[in-house]
């Protein structure tokens, strides 16, 4: 027997037309929001379970490579550094370049950017490594196994400098970032599993562990590669990508390479050998730190770089744009720095006895985090292309780091002294880039 009330009819609430719009927006939004913490979430967490998984293993090479093999080994890691010079800064105008085509609606001119950039990859890539390959083969033929070896880990090294670098710079989006970042965990697990091999064939497992997660990572990122395109390399084309990446390349090295090498300078100057080492640890534990920060960054400078594209080159709009993700990410890097400063020394103190000393070193640099957090907009730099502002940053910052560097360190510990210069310089190559984009920005209304 059915009740009065089961016989009404339901009510349908009806939504206005001109709400729709909004709403599908409002669903848009939120779906964006979930993928984009998504991607984040699972880029940081690989990243730094790779870092782990690299300390780890290098912790156990430890014990069965001596320090003659292993610096043996690695001298000849100078050809894949020299090497990098090769990309010519194609892999900056790369990283700038396509999304702006894709934000502008040229999809087509974009993959003839890419198809430039990796005909050039592969091309000088082939050519040094078979100029290398040679070489090893000579050192064979003379019994030199252990020289064709240094060379053969060299091989592999110069091909990932180049070819694996360049397909990392056409990962664009978010689910294109985690397949980036499973191939960095990729790599990192085959170099943790070569490891049980260091019990029976030492040296032949060192060669195998240098060059493993290389092989596999860059087989991986080719395989699931978002932009798959033919050989293309007309001159002209290519010189004007060249002449525009070297501009911008110049400010990178100065920024990232040449800044560490000054780093290492300063502390074996100051710290010695032993300073060294401890800055060296301090900087991997303080990167790992920094991991969040940067997956944040990651998945939002790609859209940054379209944005700038999609509204005519309105720096304003795409400064807006970042506004948000930035102060997101600098309230999480005060979480991270208050959480290294309160439980970081009792676990040095029990898993690592030995770097008790990189505490006070640690605590510093891994301030930087607050640095990497609202460093989102200074990629504005890059896809306005005004290089002499980045390479007028570069070197005040280089300026202000030696600087305080020398006037801390008779003040304070000079390990220390080195990590609050770095603080001091990347803070002013901040300012200075921030102070560029803003007189640009006025100069382009006025």
């Not at 090497?83 to 800064?89: E, T």
């Not at 370049?97 to 999809?107: A, D, R, S, T």
């Not at 890097?333 to 009792?346: T, Y």
């Not at 990497?372 to 504005?380: A, G, I, K, N």
Request: hydrophobic share 50%; proline share 4%.
């Amino acid at each position: 027997m059915s009740s009065d009330a089961s016989k009404r009819p339901s009510r349908v609430i009806a939504i206005p037309a001109s709400f729709l719009p909004t709403i599908r927006k409002l669903m848009n939004w939120a779906s964006a929001r979930r993928r984009a913490i998504r991607s984040v979430g699972m880029i940081a967490s690989a990243s730094l379970l790779a870092t782990i998984l690299g300390v780890l293993g290098s912790l156990a090479q430890a014990h069965f490579i001596s320090p003659d093999d292993l610096g043996f080994v690695r001298k000849y890691s100078v050809v894949s550094s020299y090497a990098v010079f090769l990309n010519l800064g194609l892999f900056s105008i790369l990283h700038r370049e396509y999304p702006v085509l894709i934000g502008q609606g040229q999809p087509e001119r974009a993959r003839r950017t890419v198809a430039i950039v990796q005909s050039w990859c592969l091309l000088v890539s082939t050519v040094v490594c078979c100029i290398l390959s040679i070489i090893m083969i000579a050192e064979l033929f003379q019994g030199h196994l252990r020289e064709a070896s240094a060379w053969f880990i060299q091989i592999i090294a110069v091909w990932g400098t180049l070819y694996t670098e360049y397909l990392g710079c056409t990962y664009r989006s978010g689910q294109e970032f985690e397949r980036l970042a499973k191939g960095q965990f990729l790599s990192a697990i085959s170099g943790v599993a070569v490891v049980p091999l260091f019990w029976i064939w030492p040296f032949p497992t060192l060669v195998l562990r240098s060059v493993a997660g290389s092989i596999l990572c860059s087989l991986y990122l080719h395989v699931v590669r978002p932009v798959k395109v033919g050989w293309c390399l007309p001159l002209q084309e290519f010189s004007t990508l060249v002449k525009r990446g070297l501009r911008l390349y110049v400010g990178t090295y100065l920024r990232y390479s040449f800044w560490l090498t000054v780093e290492i300078w300063l502390m074996l100057k100051f710290a010695g050998d032993s300073g060294v080492g401890l800055f060296v640890f301090s900087k991997m534990i303080a990167t790992a730190g920094a991991q969040l920060s940067m997956a944040i960054n990651q998945v939002y400078l790609p859209r940054l770089a379209q944005k700038y594209g999609q509204n005519g080159g309105n720096v304003s709009e795409c400064l807006k744009f970042v506004v948000r993700p930035a102060l997101l990410n600098s309230g999480i890097s005060v979480l991270i720095i208050c959480g290294f400063w309160l439980f970081l020394p009792p676990l040095i103190q029990y898993a690592f006895p030995h770097y008790l000393a990189a505490v006070p070193l640690i605590r510093v640099l891994v301030l930087q985090t607050i640095l990497v957090s609202v460093s989102m907009p200074l990629y504005m730099i890059s896809i306005t292309e005004n290089y002499l502002t980045q390479i007028l940053a570069a070197i005040i910052g280089l300026a202000v780091f030696i600087g305080v560097s020398f006037a801390l360190q008779h003040q304070i510990y000079q390990g220390v002294a080195v990590a609050w210069g770095t603080l001091a310089g990347q803070a002013a190559f901040a300012m200075v880039c921030f102070f560029g984009l803003i007189v640009s920005e006025k100069r382009r209304k006025g």
